[in-house]
């Protein structure tokens, strides 16, 4: 598997994205008026404690207040930074309001909701990700080899023991890496709880006590991987800052860094632009003629896959598995391109063959197997759909790029010309009924006065002689489809 990383760096903007066999597979936008805020470490105030949810409305300095559930609070400080630590499943006992607790965001706000935070501390490195008040010590599931494994878990133990109040996980990363790269790590992961911990003690409340890396250096830390043959960075001042960070932390990235100085965006280069308008889109073309049809909602995401223009070679079932096949690697794709999260319900075209339903699920399940992002799928339901959770920890790529449509409001549908002239008429009884006016003026889109003074001619000319009173018409450019005013005169 080839994999290249392209981080495209303009003033307002960072955007990275990720390419696997020349075809993009995710993208991170980051914008300097919305910085994420995954990772970052916060002293709130508690603001309120709501015993029915079992949960808790932290003030940390936001718009919104943030969300902390009982579940996860780890070890509750006495003075937010220092203190023994208490269990218990009752959110009383754990918080009170106006009382002060050093959290972490691990997930960004979401719509409506405000941020997701948790007592349970985590500081990442390039290989180790400290967990301080633990003295657990875990290792990444990716890394698959057993004797691998165990080295990694004896050298960290071994490092760790001068220290045994801070667990640590092995990253994926750390395949492969000796004792004095994880020596440093660790000791790195240290100082820097140790400063952390320190500006917490003197931090006023709402306040952000430690920030995680920008978009770039994050990708730098968290993406860059064995399989990654090339980072080429378009901005010569984040490319050095790139290779500052690598000859630090890790030496042997420095020769992956590469500088792109070409007119033509790098972007482009690889076609990303048109990528990602695609993936703004409802419809997803697979190869075969075959569609899928997403649509993201707030409780969940529906994906509808159709055969469309394929009429396939052999039999009817051959050809839905066909179809079933290609658009569970498509699915895929698109979850992790379009970064959706939450229920995802997915309608495969049904199929009568077992066996071919396992192998769509299987398809599917491989095609993720490289998805950064949790999922967890149940088997085909006896309605014949596929149930799937995503974990959501920050916007889709709709939501950071587009907004409602202000005509209609995200309904994604307007009420027709026909529809807004029979809703004129109603409003013009009600204002004569209620109203002694000499004449009506109607204000409305061109659409519905071509309609009204053509097709519905006759129909106004008799609703003019019931009311008894003149009716003009005047075109608003500004006015959308829906829009209409019926004013006295």
Not at 34 to 58: C, D, E, T
Request: glycine content about 6%.
């Amino acid at each position: 598997m080839s994999e290249e990383i392209l981080i495209n760096v303009t003033p307002r903007e960072t955007r990275v994205a990720v390419v696997e066999n020349g075809v993009l597979q995710e993208v991170f936008i980051e914008r300097t008026s919305r910085y994420g805020l995954v990772g970052n470490i916060y002293k709130g105030r508690v603001s309120r404690v709501l015993p029915g949810m079992q949960a808790a409305f932290v003030d940390i300095g936001l718009d919104r207040a943030a969300f902390l559930h009982a579940s996860d609070i780890a070890t509750l400080p006495e003075d937010a930074t220092t203190g023994e630590a208490r269990r218990t499943d009752n959110i009383t006992s754990l918080l009170s309001e106006g009382q002060e607790v050093l959290v972490q965001v691990i997930k960004d706000p979401l719509g409506t909701k405000g941020a997701r935070l948790t007592t349970h501390i985590t500081v990442p490195s390039r290989y180790l990700v400290l967990l301080p008040g633990e003295n657990t010590i875990g290792v990444s599931t990716k890394i698959e080899d057993e004797a691998e494994r165990q080295r990694l878990k004896d050298i960290v133990a071994g490092v760790a023991a001068d220290d045994p109040q801070a667990g640590c996980i092995v990253r994926t990363a750390a395949e492969g890496a000796g004792l004095a790269e994880l020596q440093a790590d660790r000791m790195f992961l240290c100082k820097l709880w140790a400063a952390i911990r320190e500006n917490a003690r003197t931090a006023a409340p709402g306040t952000v006590v430690h920030e995680d890396l920008r978009l770039a250096l994050r990708a730098l830390r968290d993406m860059v991987g064995d399989e990654v043959e090339k980072v080429r960075v378009d901005s010569r001042e984040t490319y050095q800052r790139l290779l500052e960070f690598a000859q630090e932390f890790v030496p042997q990235m420095t020769e992956l860094l590469e500088y792109y100085p070409g007119e033509r965006p790098v972007f482009d280069l690889y076609g990303v632009e048109d990528e990602i308008q695609k993936a703004l889109e409802r419809k997803v073309q697979l190869k075969s003629g075959g569609y899928v049809i997403i649509d993201q909602t707030e409780a969940m995401t529906t994906i509808d896959v159709n055969t469309g223009a394929y009429v396939g070679h052999r039999t009817l079932e051959e050809t839905i598995f066909k179809t079933n096949l290609e658009a569970a690697q498509a699915i895929a794709r698109q979850l992790r391109l379009r970064n959706l999260g939450g229920i995802i319900i997915i309608d495969f075209i049904d199929m009568s063959v077992d066996d071919h339903k396992r192998q769509v699920l299987r398809a599917l399940e491989k095609s993720l197997e490289r998805d950064h992002a949790k999922s967890h799928i149940t088997e085909v339901s006896n309605l014949g759909l596929v149930e799937m959770t995503r974990k959501r920890t920050r916007e889709s790529l709709e939501h950071v790029m587009c907004e409602p449509c202000p005509c209609c409001s995200g309904r994604g549908s307007l009420k027709t010309p026909e529809t807004v002239c029979y809703e004129v008429f109603r409003e013009i009884i009600r204002e004569a009924r209620q109203y002694d006016a000499k004449q009506l003026l109607v204000l409305c889109a061109q659409e519905v006065v071509d309609l009204l003074l053509d097709e519905e001619s006759a129909s106004l000319a008799e609703l003019e002689a019931f009311v008894g009173i003149p009716i003009k018409f005047q075109v608003e450019s500004s006015y959308t489809q829906e829009q209409y005013d019926v004013v006295l005169m």
